[in-house]
């Protein structure tokens, strides 16, 4: 399973979190690339990363924040 997470590092806060199947690693990646290039060309300053975890609670142990 891989997480789309966007993460507001000042405010320490998950914007969004995304999940796609084992099956959509080339959707997840597209997906991540628009929401990059959006947040550009908007001027936001988040970080935005796909992870890749067993269940949204293994993200959750392995990635606190």
Do not use: C
């Amino acid at each position: 399973m891989f997480f789309l997470i966007e993460y507001d590092r000042p405010r320490g806060a998950i914007v969004q979190l995304r999940e796609f199947d084992a099956a959509s690693r080339q959707l997840a990646e597209d997906v991540r690339l628009e929401l990059e290039l959006d947040l550009n060309r908007r001027g936001v300053e988040h970080e935005v990363v796909i992870l890749d975890a067993p269940s949204k609670e293994a993200l959750r142990r392995t990635h606190s924040r």
